[in-house]
């Protein structure tokens, strides 16, 4: 229904400021970590120290050619300059791979003509930033059940890479508002609104504190929350400014879109939200200067997902824009609560820092149910506020719970992995940040039948981000198109009885192709096809035998592999690239498949 209100939109804000514990907003300086070495997976070229006391030097320029060197390795070497220890800095025109190099050089050191011969390895520093209360953001640090950010933050801190924060507004809190762009109010009530209009251009947080029952239904009087703002500054409160708390995407851009106000928001405000902040148009909306590339949806009411929220998520994915919705805190099946339910989401549960689902009284956990992607960490997370009880008043930190703050950290991570793969789509970041989670601890009450595939990891998800990967689906009998899966995960069904009738595979990050080929029931083996391309039949009741699949211009070292679930004989044994998985002349149906890279890819 449009306008439906959302009674329980705010329902995570109002638990969080009444459990809330208020932190002192001084600051202590910490010192930053002294660079270690990274042993990356590239070098520029290498080092070589010459047995000659003085090595000639005039005689060579930068990007001189080395001839006898490139006829001693069968490869282009050229001259870069001499170091102060008078080795010699010699390049391949492009950094190479450290297991190249080290080869090179182990070439040249057998040769007796050398003192030593080094790769020349790039270094990183590990960043841990100066702001002070990171010790306390224990959903950020803590190695056992936080998302390791740090290690994430090795990576990157998301620049460049928007969010958009659909929520209660912002308030320019000095640690959030050096990432704040733009912006809108989409709250179409005054009174809802509590700034005596509509929809306007200001998205700036007036607060949303209400009186016992003043929302139409029983329910005490509640301060106001600052929610938005605290969900904006896990997501991208300024890092390494030696103040206060640092965000998971510290450098990431903050689009404030207020779409909750007193007594919480509408289907059709937000759902406006939705459509604008990805880039399309509203109505009477000027449009949006700052397209976001991440929608963190940290809001949610007790009802299915309609087709108003489906159709504006739909529209946001067919612009490219990753959606991650907070489950609820109702600890109830998150099927029956929206937008998380809804199709093409990220959903969001939380967990405390023991690896427990997240329980905050005798009424409020977090929701659970089969419709989970992830978890993240939900209780006491710190994050920037504001002490006023009904209007604004001065910055500050509070640690609040619900799956509304377990929610941008995942928006957080997934804004880490945009700015390292920029044309990851809306699928293929939810597959990675669920095939990088990690397995929930020994006798948690989190599993994957709960909460989702595992606890979310930042460096898991930004390295699978840029890693070469095979992407695949089936399409099944009666099911049509099922979603893609990626690196050995299973593509079809098992145990239902269902025949697998096609099959489109693609590669990613890779200069490789993937082709494959299937045995048809009644038809044969099919011609091959390559990248996303069909191979079996739609919609003709044909079952696929069997399969062949193989890399297309390989890298040295790299293969794939892969299984078939056929019907009578389950799982049958791994194959390699180009060998047939599956049966064929036996009238056996293939039910599912899973394929996986071996070797060294990269």
Same mark, same amino acid.
């Given at each position: 229904m449009d306008n439906l209100f959302m009674k329980t939109a705010l329902c995570a804000a109002m638990l969080s400021a009444?459990?809330?514990?208020a932190v002192n907003a001084q600051e202590v300086e910490r010192s930053q970590k002294e660079p270690v070495e990274q042993f990356n997976e590239?070098?520029? !070229?290498?080092?070589?120290?010459?047995?000659?006391?003085?090595?000639?030097?005039?005689?060579?320029?930068?990007g001189q050619p080395l001839s006898s060197l490139s006829k001693q390795l069968g490869v282009e070497v050229f001259h870069k300059r001499f170091d102060a220890n008078q080795s010699q800095i010699v390049t391949f025109g492009k950094p190479q791979p450290v297991e190249v190099l080290t080869k090179?050089?182990?070439?040249?050191?057998?040769?007796?003509n050398y003192k030593f011969v080094e790769v020349n390895r790039y270094f990183q520093p590990t960043l841990t930033p100066n702001d002070s209360r990171l010790g306390d953001m224990w959903g950020l640090i803590n190695n056992n059940t936080g998302i390791r950010a740090e290690a994430g933050w090795d990576s990157n801190s998301g620049s460049n890479v928007t969010v958009a924060v659909l929520d209660t507004g912002f308030r320019p809190h000095a640690d959030l508002a050096d990432n704040i762009v733009g912006g809108y109010d989409f709250v179409s009530s005054a009174f809802m609104g509590n700034d005596s209009n509509g929809r306007d251009a200001d998205a700036r947080d007036p607060g949303d504190a209400v009186s016992a029952s003043e929302c139409g239904w029983s329910h005490s009087a509640r301060n106001s929350s600052w929610h938005g703002t605290h969900v904006a500054g896990t997501i991208a409160a300024v890092g390494n400014n030696g103040q206060g708390v640092v965000g998971t995407a510290y450098n990431a851009n903050i689009l404030p879109v207020r779409v909750l106000g007193k007594c919480g928001g509408t289907t059709a405000d937000i759902a406006d939200a939705i459509v604008w902040a990805s880039g399309g148009n509203v109505s009477g909306v000027p449009t949006n200067a700052f397209p976001a590339d991440v929608i963190n949806l940290s809001l949610g009411g007790n009802?299915?997902?309609?087709?108003?929220?489906?159709?504006?998520?739909?529209?946001?994915?067919?612009?490219?824009?990753?959606?991650?919705v907070a489950a609820g805190n109702s600890g109830r099946d998150v099927a029956n609560f929206s937008p998380a339910s809804c199709d093409g989401v990220i959903a969001v549960a939380a967990h405390d820092q023991a690896g427990q689902r997240s329980l905050w009284s005798s009424w409020a956990s977090s929701n659970f149910g089969s419709k989970i992607d992830v978890s993240a960490p939900g209780t006491g997370i710190l994050s920037t506020l504001n002490s006023g009880t009904n209007g604004p008043g001065a910055d500050n930190y509070v640690s609040?719970? !619900?799956?509304?703050?377990?929610?941008?950290?995942?928006? !957080?991570?997934?804004?880490?992995m945009l700015h390292q793969s920029p044309y990851l789509s809306p699928t293929a970041v939810?597959?990675?940040?669920?095939?990088?989670?990690r397995s929930f601890l020994p006798g948690s009450s989190c599993n994957t039948s709960n909460c989702g595939d595992g606890m979310l990891d930042a460096p898991g998800a930004i390295a699978l981000a840029s890693s070469p990967s095979i992407e695949y689906r089936a399409h099944v009998a009666n099911n049509g198109w099922l979603e893609f899966e990626m690196n050995g995960d299973t593509a079809g069904t098992t145990g239902e009885s269902r025949?697998?009738?096609a099959l489109q595979m693609f590669m990613y990050n890779s200069n490789m192709g993937i082709c494959y080929n299937a045995h048809v029931a009644g038809i044969g083996w099919q011609p091959a096809v390559c990248d996303g391309d069909i191979a079996g039949t739609t919609y003709q009741s044909r079952r696929v035998e069997a399969v062949r699949i193989w890399l297309n211009n390989r890298a040295p070292g790299c293969s794939?592999?892969?299984r078939a679930h056929v019907a009578g004989q389950g799982w049958l044994n791994w194959v390699p690239q180009g060998g047939v998985a599956g049966t064929t002349g036996q009238s056996r149906r293939m039910e599912a498949l899973q394929a996986r890279l071996t070797g060294n890819c990269d």
């Open positions: 009444l459990n809330a514990s590239v070098g520029e !070229g290498l080092i070589i120290q010459h047995k000659a006391t003085q090595h000639e030097r005039s005689v060579f320029k930068a090179l050089g182990k070439q040249l050191t057998e040769t007796g009802s299915g997902c309609s087709s108003t929220y489906q159709s504006a998520i739909n529209q946001a994915r067919n612009n490219g824009v990753t959606l991650v609040y719970n !619900g799956t509304s703050m377990a929610t941008p950290h995942v928006a !957080g991570v997934v804004a880490q939810e597959m990675r940040i669920k095939h990088s989670a025949r697998m009738e794939v592999e892969y």
